[in-house]
């Protein structure tokens, strides 16, 4: 029996082993949470071939590209990883799934931001592929950090805007997609500066406060559902080299 976990604090919320539940179906594969920030234990266990794969969550998913001997293209362009596997070959390949999710969310969801103007806010691993999404799209992209490192590092590769946290209310009334890469329980927008012509697109799978905040000015709204549900689907490709059980998955996140 293959076994895979998400790797992250703090995780005992996820869905995630529900979900990957779901996709397998009858095959014989196993998914748990293991709540730890240190990646060498994490390698540990993919190499003993204790784990066959992992997804990545918070804090580590820039971190987790250490451990790794081969970055597919994903996580070599976004700088961080979510998926993580053992090859044939016993190596270990990073892959970055978020961006595909977030990608593959923004088309099923007919969001046009060719040319548009776009807020980031975050620019840790979910913010990184939040904006090589938006870049793949033809966005004309700001990104919203507390401090400016993080978000020049992508500015370098992407030529976008970098503000700071504070700045944000003051640069939001011509954006047409505001996506949150931070905290559920983080809002740092005040309702005022929103305005019913926005789309709102945040990275958690629950009500965060600020799509509360969103829907009360109109806005379209998009949780992190769909995110999780897509990038969920490519991983669990990458973990099986098999297709999933869309449908179930679906039914687990309630889309």
């Known amino acids: 029996m293959k076994q895979f ?3 992250g604090k703090p995780i005992s919320h996820s869905k995630s082993p529900s979900l990957f539940k779901a996709a397998y179906g009858d095959c014989d594969f196993e998914y748990s949470l293991i709540e730890t920030t240190d990646v060498k234990y994490v390698e540990n266990l993919l190499r003993s071939k204790i784990l066959h794969g992992v997804n990545v969550t918070i804090p580590i998913k820039i971190e987790a590209l250490s451990i790794v001997d ?6 070599e362009m976004t700088g ?4 993580i596997v053992v090859n044939g070959d016993n190596k270990l390949k990073a892959y970055n799934t978020d961006y595909l999710g977030v990608l593959q969310t923004l088309i099923d969801f007919n969001v046009d931001i060719q040319g548009e103007e776009c807020l980031i806010i975050g620019a840790g691993g979910a913010g990184r592929a939040v904006a090589f ?3 793949k799209l033809g966005a004309n992209i700001t990104i919203a950090n507390r401090t400016a490192d993080k978000a020049n590092l992508i500015a370098e590769k992407i030529n976008c805007n970098v503000i700071s946290i504070d700045e944000i209310n003051y640069n939001i009334s011509n954006k ?3 996506v949150n890469a931070l905290p559920a329980d983080i809002c740092v927008i005040d309702k005022q500066y929103l305005n019913p012509q926005q789309t709102v697109f945040d990275a958690s799978p629950h009500q965060s406060m600020l799509l509360k905040t969103a829907q ?3 806005c379209r709204c998009i949780d992190g559902r769909f995110w999780l549900l897509h990038q969920g689907i490519a991983a669990y490709k990458i973990f099986t080299q098999q297709p999933p059980d869309i449908i179930s998955m679906r039914k687990i996140l309630d889309i």
């Open 216 to 218: 009360s000015k109109g």
């Open 133 to 135: 999404a938006l870049h």
């Open 5 to 7: 976990a998400l790797v």
């Open 70 to 75: 081969e970055i597919d293209e994903t996580a």
């Open 176 to 178: 047409k997609l505001i």
């Open 80 to 83: 961080a990883t979510n998926t």
